[in-house]
């Protein structure tokens, strides 16, 4: 079973900044790679999949990268509405399992 | 607009049941892969079960295998998720999510809550 390994647990970032969240596979993924962002008492939304494809309506200041066992969400220039957990999600498709990382929060500094 | 709308939450005891649904509109129900998700208090994402389209296939995790069971009726765009032998540890938010493909969620429901407790 893969395990999902966000870093940090928080991010502190003042508005403008550039945030980088990592997302470590205890081995190595495949390219079903995805990033959430979630706000209180809301349902996540999808950000990004396959690693570094940006969903409809995704700002482009969102940008994903990374492949094999480590990966990158990185937030360009943060906005006020960019505060918010974000969590990492893989797909293994042999058990097929769908794995999520413990969350990075990312508050303003 | 696509929506997933979830019911069915409430405060049980342990070793009861409920029954979720979740009503799909704004897209293809019938063609969506789709699962479900929960989220204990304060806590992380955690997916417990999955359903294919036609509903053939079905996968769960092993904290609920044996427990829980996922259904869906795509004449009535709606998903369901029965579970049984409540643990007060399956305290949590379920979401209902659904795609096009089997390895991220774009569609997400807002939620119902399941509290298990005496």
């Known amino acids: 079973e893969i395990v999902m390994t966000q870093s940090p647990a928080t991010l502190s970032v003042s508005p403008g900044e550039r945030a980088t969240l990592s997302c470590r596979a205890s081995?190595?993924?495949?390219?079903?790679l995805a990033w959430y962002q979630q706000k209180p008492g809301q349902a996540p939304r999808l950000l990004i999949y396959?690693?570094?494809t940006r969903a409809t309506g995704v700002p482009a200041r969102f940008s994903g990268s990374g492949s094999g066992t480590e990966f990158t969400l990185t937030i360009s220039s943060l906005q006020s509405e960019d505060f918010a957990i974000y969590y990492c999600?893989?797909?293994?498709?042999?058990?097929?399992?769908?794995?999520f990382g413990q969350g990075t929060k990312v508050e303003i500094k | 607009e696509v929506q997933l709308v979830e019911s069915g939450g409430g405060l049980v005891q342990p070793g009861g049941s409920l029954r979720l649904s979740c009503v799909a509109s704004?897209?293809?129900?019938?063609?969506?892969?789709m699962s479900w998700v929960r989220q204990a208090p304060g806590k992380g994402l955690d997916w417990i079960s999955y359903?294919?389209?036609?509903?053939?296939?079905?996968y769960y995790a092993d904290s609920v295998k044996g427990r829980f069971a996922i259904f869906r009726d795509n004449a009535r765009n709606s998903l369901y998720l029965q579970l049984n032998t409540l643990r007060a540890e399956d305290t949590a938010v379920y979401f209902c999510?659904?795609?096009?493909?089997?390895?991220?969620?774009?569609?997400w429901g807002q939620g119902t809550v399941v509290t298990v407790s005496s």
């Open positions: 999510a659904g795609s096009n493909t089997r390895s991220e969620f774009p569609y």
């Open positions: 704004g897209f293809t129900f019938s063609n969506s892969e």
């Open positions: 359903i294919s389209s036609s509903g053939n296939t079905i």
């Open positions: 081995q190595s993924a495949s390219s079903y």
């Open positions: 396959g690693a570094s």
């Open positions: 999600q893989q797909y293994d498709n042999w058990p097929p399992t769908w794995t």
